[in-house]
């Protein structure tokens, strides 16, 4: 059974720095693109980065610059380095990856961790 494990979550003080880590373990063929989202309470889930299996990223326009996806293939790990982290920047934060197991390509998601940044 696929998993994946979110961590790296916490409290935090503005223009502080975390670092999120999501490991996927399980039977796991090959990733394609893995993601970090976000939800903030009362909000809707939304998209902050995004890293293809090549190594390419986008992201959201409120955390360019100061955000930075990465991924250990060989361990299946991704990574959101989070710097100079504003208030609004407090939600769950969830991992999201496409991969090909013994079921197929399915899209997989993380059980969140939560980051709390206070002014």
């Known amino acids: 059974q696929v998993q994946l494990v979110e961590s790296g979550g916490g409290l935090v003080q503005a223009g502080g720095s975390l670092r999120l880590s999501c490991a996927a373990s399980?039977?796991?063929?090959?990733?394609?693109?893995m993601r970090w989202y976000r939800q903030a309470p009362g909000k809707q889930r939304e998209l902050v980065a995004t890293i293809t299996s090549g190594g390419s990223t986008n992201y959201a326009d409120s955390v360019k610059g100061r955000f930075t996806i990465s991924r250990d293939n060989a361990e299946n790990t991704v990574y959101l380095q989070m710097n100079s982290l504003k208030p609004e920047d407090t939600a769950v934060y969830y991992c999201n990856a496409d991969l090909l197991g013994l079921v197929g390509y399915e899209n997989y998601w993380g059980q969140g961790t939560q980051v709390t940044v206070s002014s």
């Open positions: 399980g039977i796991i063929f090959r990733i394609n693109a």
